[in-house]
């Protein structure tokens, strides 16, 4: 945050200007102490003792109303919330910082306040000034929780499919009916009330997604004094069954003539949504970094004590093969974090300045920073795994845990694969002007670095350039499916490159540092993939299709 993304800049903001260095680092070093104390103890209990549905009434894993508490009573929920209602106002930067930690303490529990914090930021954007005065304070507090309700076995990415509908009930309030899937901490023992953001459609509503609207509907109806009143006709109906995040109840909701009051606009449900689905894009981005944050110490810790062979230590962490694993999961790992934070610095430049530029490049940096974040989530967890050789395949050390979690968050708040389309195709509708101006940064600062670190800085440059040619001959693409074919291979490549810079910058702030040894080995190592990704990117789609499905099938 010092060094290598700019924080310096979004604390010199007046919005921002409490968030001083020695502020900044008082949080997160309280934040860390909960981390180590109260979740990452919650861990491996979640993950043996998962949620269940007993009679109708869901059953939290062991622990987690203690972990709940902590993480409610440290104020961590409204991190960045609106100070009027009860938020802390700090930066998104810090919240993302503070969410990291959490996500490698104990990825399961970490997902409910990151769903609260989504919902906070939709309804301080949309939502009335009523129901932000009435729910706001108690989601801030976790008194209250928060859920977003999208998908539906039918309508899955394609949103606008859904078939979830919503009543005028004449009285400013919606009757809603039908079914939703995959609802991530649908409800819990924990809180006083549940509060779903659901999308549906209006009697009047146009099909597709521009017909969609948005509802606040609470388990629990409000009273006239603001406190949880009768039972909404709403249930859960089951829970999931998944390969990880154990903890976490993914409930299949049931809504039967739902009460639900109108967030934003009729049938401009999805513009709303998108507002909680970015940030939480960025969460889940974040959530890859701490899996693979946890993942990696995991694995090194291991390393360090596993004594086998003849090495200088008596341990597996001077044999060669164990130190490239380490060193893969370690370069990555400050990779994706740096395009993580930069990304939130954007954001938190753009809520403070009103720059256009900065908007742009915070939702350039979005999908990079999800898709990217969350495949070095699964690649440090996969390699930790390696690292503890068959011991990693045997439950009780608890490295494949950090795999099976963390797994679904390459598919959830939209596949990588979507994230990549979005970086082609809404992201370069202004002709690749936003990537053109973050690529003429990073070749400016990797000139400037010439004079100090050659060796590292002439590679970046020349990555860079590369990179923006394929950029250009993306953009120039009139047919999508020419875009979309090569989309994924260009995100990691630009992922690659924007890790490369992020490594440099650190690297001239510590030449002979650590920093600067493991930017070597990331800049040498790592970097060089970008031109194979680059090279698959411009290939187009006629090859894609060049078997018929049945061809496929043969």
């Keep these: 945050m010092d060094k290598v993304v700019g924080f310096k800049d979004v604390a010199a903001t007046e919005k921002f200007a409490e968030a001083s260095p020695d502020v900044v680092s008082a949080i997160l070093s309280e934040a860390g102490k909960m981390c180590e104390e109260v979740m990452a103890p919650l861990q491996r209990p979640g993950d043996l003792h998962p949620a269940r549905l007993e009679n109708g009434i869901l059953r939290t894993s062991p622990g987690y109303a203690d972990g709940w508490k902590a993480i409610a009573e440290g104020g961590w929920i409204g991190m960045s919330g609106d100070p009027e209602y009860g938020g802390m106002g700090l930066p998104m930067t810090v919240t993302t910082a503070v969410n990291e930690m959490m996500s490698a303490a104990c990825l399961s529990l970490q997902l409910a306040p990151l769903m609260s914090q989504g919902q906070i930021e939709a309804l301080e954007h949309h939502a009335s000034e009523e129901l932000k005065a009435l729910y706001l304070p108690k989601l801030m507090s976790g008194e209250w929780s928060g859920t977003m309700n999208l998908t539906e076995p039918q309508a899955g990415s394609d949103v606008g499919a859904l078939t979830s509908r919503a009543e005028p009930n004449g009285d400013g309030t919606y ?116 899996a693979a944050e946890g993942a990696y110490q995991h694995a090194l810790a291991y390393a360090l004590e596993r004594k086998q062979g003849k090495t200088p230590s008596g341990t597996i962490i001077d044999h060669a093969d164990v130190r490239r694993m380490l060193m893969d999961m370690r370069a990555d790992l400050f990779a994706a974090r740096g395009i993580m934070l930069a990304n939130a610095a954007a954001i938190d430049m753009a809520k403070a300045t009103g ?18 974040g969350t495949q070095t989530g699964m690649r440090v967890s996969e390699t930790g795994l390696q690292v503890h050789g068959g011991m990693g395949y045997i439950e009780e050390t608890g490295a494949a845990q950090y795999y099976r979690d963390v797994r679904v968050t390459a598919i959830y708040e939209g596949t990588n694969g979507i994230q990549a389309m979005d970086l082609v195709g809404r992201k370069m509708m202004d002709g690749g002007e936003a990537a053109a101006r973050l690529l003429d940064e990073i070749e400016d600062h990797a000139e400037r670095a010439r004079a100090t670190v050659p060796e590292l800085a002439g590679p970046v440059w020349e990555a860079t350039e590369t990179l923006r040619e394929a950029t250009e001959w993306l953009a120039a693409q009139e047919d999508m499916n020419n875009r979309f074919a090569g989309a994924v ?57 060049a078997l018929s499905a049945d061809e496929l099938a043969a």
């Design 175 to 290: 009757s809603l009916t039908g079914q939703k899937i995959y609802i991530s901490w649908g409800d819990n023992d924990f809180c006083e009330n549940v509060c779903h953001l659901v999308l549906a459609r209006l009697p009047d509503g146009a099909p597709g997604t521009k017909g969609i609207s948005l509802f606040l509907v609470p388990k629990y109806i409000p009273d006239e004094n603001g406190n949880p009143g009768v039972a909404n006709d709403l249930k859960v109906v089951s829970l999931e069954h998944k390969m990880g995040l154990h903890g976490s109840p993914t409930c299949v909701m049931q809504y039967d003539g739902a009460r639900g009051w109108l967030v934003g606009q009729e049938h401009k449900g999805m513009a709303a949504m998108f507002t909680m689905m970015n940030n939480a894009r960025l969460g889940v981005g974040g959530q890859g970094v701490g």
């Design 355 to 372: 720059n256009a530029d900065w908007a742009a490049r915070a939702a350039l940096l979005t999908p990079i920073c999800k898709a990217f």
């Design 489 to 545: 291979a260009y995100l990691n490549a630009f992922a690659r490159v924007l890790g490369a810079h992020y490594h440099l910058i650190a690297a001239l702030a510590d030449p002979d540092g650590p920093r600067a040894k493991l930017a070597r080995y990331y800049i040498t190592a790592r970097l060089p993939e970008y031109a194979g990704l680059l090279d698959q990117a411009q290939i187009g789609a006629k090859d894609l299709f």
